[in-house]
């Protein structure tokens, strides 16, 4: 009787259908899966970059999306919240403010504490891969001490014996399971620290304005070429851009940093990959040449000079004309493996580069 009632309300409901087949609503789509779910919020994140940057009048450089990104996403809660406290001033961000907010994340980011903090992070980190290893160690000797009494037992006792080695066995795997689970969550941890002293360390050696490397890279590269070998198939140089103060006091710092910028990239770009271009301070450039004598770095950094000499640069954040920006180099080779003494003969051919009128480039000697 319950099967037949069941069977008779469904061809009820059946019939039901098909008498109101004309009158019901399409069927609900299907909800989103998950990966349209992340897909669609990936597309509005892009849009919303987008007209961040576009209303606040930022060039589209990977600076100002990470920092766009950084706010609107709340990764970095600090540079969201240095972001928000200039918007709410109700200014806009400039490409300067953008770079001042990431130069003071980095500082901080960057300080000796921290550095102190993520190598002792670290040294636990080995410390407890030690103890793990000598805790599986012992763990393993007792097992054999246990299974030696076990065996002397055997004869008189083998049932007894049976169930307490299976007791040993697994106690012993049980040990060498939890060991190996602490192990991997050391190994995970420790090379989190790794990459983080890692990118630390990079950091540290680059210059945060211009993104070159810094003088304590120059002359650690520097150092490793003439240890291998660098007299006679290395020059260096160092380039001073011509009357930098003049560009700070007629359009503002602002604007000075975005020509320290350029004019390194310039460097860097069309000195080729083979030649190291770095920040060695203020408004001053350090060139290493590899594998060039002096007069062949002349010719290349002399070319360079003069490619600048013919662009015209413009202040982007209020169009004013800044004009031609162009520098002065001086040349030296590297000789008896003497690293400071060709710095100090660079530095004297720029001086005499300035003192003959400026953007030109002067081998010192050889």
């Known amino acids: 009787m319950p099967r037949t009632a069941a069977r008779t309300a469904a061809l009820h409901q059946r019939m039901l259908g098909w008498l109101q087949a004309d009158h019901t609503s399409p069927a609900p789509a299907p909800p989103p899966t998950p990966e349209q779910t992340r897909s669609a919020v990936r597309r509005q994140l892009y849009r919303d970059v987008g007209e961040f940057l576009f209303s606040n009048g930022l060039e589209p450089t990977p600076r100002n999306f990470m920092v766009a990104h950084a706010y609107l996403s709340g990764e970095d ?3 969201a919240l240095a972001v928000g406290a200039h918007l709410r001033s109700g200014t806009p961000l400039s490409d300067s403010e953008v770079t001042q907010i990431v130069e003071k994340q980095r500082a901080s980011d960057l300080t000796p504490e921290r550095l102190t903090t993520l ?3 670290l040294e636990a980190r080995l410390n407890d891969c030690v103890t793990a290893v000598d805790t599986t160690r012992d763990s393993a000797a007792t097992f054999g001490s246990a299974l030696d009494e076990e065996a002397q037992k055997l004869s008189s006792d083998p049932v007894g014996t049976l169930h307490r080695v299976i007791a040993l066995t697994r106690d012993a795997v049980e040990a060498t399971r939890l060991a190996e689970l602490q192990l991997h969550r050391t190994r995970q941890e420790a090379a989190a620290l790794r990459n983080e002293l890692e990118q630390a360390r990079r ?3 680059h210059d945060h304005l211009t993104g070159l490397p810094n003088r304590r890279r120059f002359e650690a590269k520097l150092a490793e070429v003439i240890a291998d070998g660098g007299e006679g198939v290395a020059t260096v140089a160092l380039c001073d851009i011509d009357d930098f ?6 359009h503002g710092h602002s604007a000075g940093d975005r020509v320290l910028r350029f004019v390194g990239d310039f460097l860097r770009t069309h000195l080729g990959r083979g030649t190291m271009v770095a920040r060695y301070g203020g408004e001053e450039f350090a060139c290493l040449f590899e594998g060039e004598t002096p007069h062949g770095a002349h010719a290349r950094l002399d070319a360079v000079r003069e490619k600048l000499s013919t662009r015209s640069l413009v202040n982007q954040e209020t169009a004013a004309p800044i004009g031609i920006v162009t520098f002065s180099g001086g040349v030296a080779p590297i000789l008896n493996q003497d690293a400071q003494a060709a710095m100090q003969d660079a530095d ?4 005499a580069a300035k003192r003959s009128g400026k953007n030109t480039v002067v081998v010192a000697r050889g």
Do not use: H
Request: net charge negative; proline share 0%.
């Open 77 to 79: 809660w600090e540079v």
């Open 119 to 121: 190598a002792n992070q």
């Open 203 to 205: 950091a540290a050696e």
């Open 245 to 250: 103060k003049q560009v700070n006091d007629s």
């Open 348 to 351: 004297t051919a720029l001086y």
